[in-house]
């Protein structure tokens, strides 16, 4: 619980006066996140980030000022921006200016604001950096080749980000090493499935307020976040498509009992449509004109770039904000056509994004990434790596404990029979 104190540091948000409604929030999400905030009253203590500063390119959430407010109790600087135009939860950057952190973030910031503000949290020389998309590391790499040589090591949140990072790093381009925090088990199989799952559907909900019981939804993607958005759709009782390019991931979904079908066919028959893809040019003009009177779009991928939404307007007759992040589309016949969030990520442009209880996992695996980079960043190439297995299964024994869940262990005769070979038949 924190008393607002009004700390002096150098800031960019909407509006301070915001910040006590922020503080609420914060300490809702602080509530909920156990592993967390174990986790940060140990390193409270021994303040195992002292000397360092941080700088994060990272959307401004609440769950994500429990994170920042983590890194400084643990002794760190941290400069802050979001790495999405619509999703910064303006009273939650106001609570962190209020704090003392030197936040740069505001909802629907422009392109240029947007890279004004990653460029202000490089002003104090971090040397360490923690992305969500890489939007961050790579102005560092491509705008700041100096400032790169006091990077020690540097953190990705997300799927698309690691895409983009294993690329350059294939190409020779990374300056230092980076961890895949989004490719831990208690980070992708947790917030990318049961996070995308649920957030997905409230964004949707909250700016349709639609049935999803009897109505078709179709899903693009059957990775990780799409499997999560897939099985609540269906629990709220809607008959689900999947889309797909991967045969494996296709059969996976038809096995586990959707219906599979190219995005061509599935384009006249879905109400609600949800990309999950990370790829570009899901949906397209050549979609749009099979689709139903009525039908709603929304991307659930890192990037807007999963639906058309430059041909959606060129196509369109007339366009109106019917509701809070809800445009409403008049194709010539009348049709309508409804996109949310402007196409950006629906859970975070919106609603609030991931429950605080799947995103403690996330960032403990982002507090213990930084620290294990101060650690042993010397020691890594400049590629992008895994964090050691032991940090995830700690992660998941500190969040079934405080769910009061225990589990059995292995005797010493099971060990030797498992690590054995001579025992047969
Ligand atoms: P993933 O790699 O597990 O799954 C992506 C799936 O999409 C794969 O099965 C792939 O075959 C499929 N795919 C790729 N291109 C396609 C296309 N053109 N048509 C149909 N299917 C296609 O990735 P993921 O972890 O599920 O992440 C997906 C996206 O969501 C990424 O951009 C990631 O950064 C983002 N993400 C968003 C949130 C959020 O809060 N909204 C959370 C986690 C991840
Ligand atoms: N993301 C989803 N919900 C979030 C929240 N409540 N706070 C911060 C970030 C949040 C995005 C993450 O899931 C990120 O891991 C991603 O995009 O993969």
């Known amino acids: 619980m924190h008393c607002l104190v009004f700390k002096v540091t150098d800031y960019k948000i909407r509006d301070i006066k915001l910040a006590k409604q922020g503080r609420l929030k914060i300490d809702w999400a602080e509530s909920r996140m156990p592993v967390l905030m174990q986790l940060r009253r140990k390193f409270a203590k021994t303040k195992p980030l002292k000397g360092y500063r941080i700088a994060g390119c990272l959307h401004v959430t609440k769950e994500t000022a429990v994170l920042v407010?983590?890194?400084?109790?643990?002794?760190?600087?941290?400069?802050?921006?979001?790495?999405?135009?619509?999703?910064?939860?303006?009273?939650?950057?106001?609570?962190?200016?209020?704090?003392?952190?030197?936040?740069?973030?505001?909802?629907?910031?422009?392109?240029?604001?947007y890279y004004w503000c990653i460029e202000k949290t490089l002003e104090f020389k971090?040397?360490?950096?923690?992305?969500?998309?890489?939007?961050?590391?790579?102005?560092?790499?491509t705008k700041h080749p100096k400032l790169a040589k006091e990077v020690i090591g540097a953190a990705e949140e997300?799927?698309?980000?690691?895409?983009?990072?294993?690329?350059?790093?294939?190409?020779?381009?990374l300056l230092y090493p980076v961890l895949a925090v989004n490719d831990q088990q208690t980070k992708m199989e947790m917030d990318n499935v049961h996070g995308t799952g649920q957030s997905a559907l409230d964004g949707i909900l909250r700016a349709t307020n639609i049935l999803f019981a009897g109505s078709t939804v179709v899903v693009a993607g059957y990775g990780h976040c799409g499997r999560g958005?897939?099985?609540?759709?269906?629990?709220?009782?809607?008959?689900?498509i999947i889309t797909e390019i991967d045969s494996i991931?296709?059969?996976?979904?038809?096995?586990?009992?959707?219906?599979?079908?190219?995005?061509?066919?599935?384009?006249?028959?879905?109400?609600?449509?949800?990309?999950?893809?990370?790829?570009?040019?899901?949906?397209?003009?050549?979609?749009?004109?099979?689709?139903k009177d009525g039908a709603v779009l929304s991307n659930a991928g890192h990037f807007n770039v999963e639906?058309?939404?430059?041909?959606?307007?060129?196509?369109?007759?007339?366009?109106?904000?019917i509701r809070p992040n809800n445009r409403e589309f008049t194709l010539s016949g009348g049709k309508r056509i409804y996109l949310l969030g402007e196409g950006r990520l629906v859970n975070l442009a919106a609603a609030e994004g991931h429950p605080s209880s799947v995103m403690d996992m996330s960032f403990a695996n982002q507090l213990l990434g930084m620290i294990y980079l101060k650690d042993h960043a010397h020691e890594l190439s400049?590629?992008?790596?895994?964090?050691?297995?032991?940090?995830?299964?700690?992660?998941?024994s500190l969040k079934l404990a405080s769910m009061g869940i225990e589990i059995d262990k292995l005797t010493s005769a099971q060990k030797?029979?498992?690590?054995?070979?001579a025992e047969g038949t």
């Not at 939650?92 to 604001?113: M, P, R, T």
């Not at 099985?231 to 689900?240: C, I, P, Q």
């Open 126 to 141: 971090p040397q360490l950096t923690l992305d969500d998309g890489a939007d961050l590391i790579f102005t560092v790499h």
């Open 229 to 240: 958005v897939a099985h609540r759709a269906k629990g709220l009782g809607s008959d689900v």
């Open 249 to 291: 991931a296709a059969l996976k979904a038809r096995m586990e009992g959707f219906r599979v079908m190219p995005m061509k066919d599935a384009a006249s028959e879905g109400d609600i449509f949800v990309t999950t893809t990370g790829c570009r040019d899901v949906l397209t003009t050549k979609h749009f004109s099979k689709m």
């Open 158 to 173: 997300t799927t698309t980000g690691v895409h983009r990072l294993r690329a350059m790093a294939a190409d020779g381009k």
């Open 416 to 421: 030797h029979y498992i690590s054995d070979y």
């Open 307 to 321: 639906v058309d939404v430059e041909g959606l307007e060129k196509m369109a007759k007339s366009h109106r904000v």
């Open 69 to 113: 407010e983590t890194f400084v109790e643990a002794g760190a600087e941290v400069s802050w921006s979001g790495c999405n135009p619509l999703s910064t939860q303006d009273d939650v950057a106001a609570a962190l200016a209020a704090n003392g952190i030197a936040v740069y973030a505001w909802h629907g910031l422009d392109s240029k604001e």
């Open 382 to 396: 400049n590629d992008v790596h895994l964090l050691p297995r032991e940090i995830d299964e700690r992660i998941a």
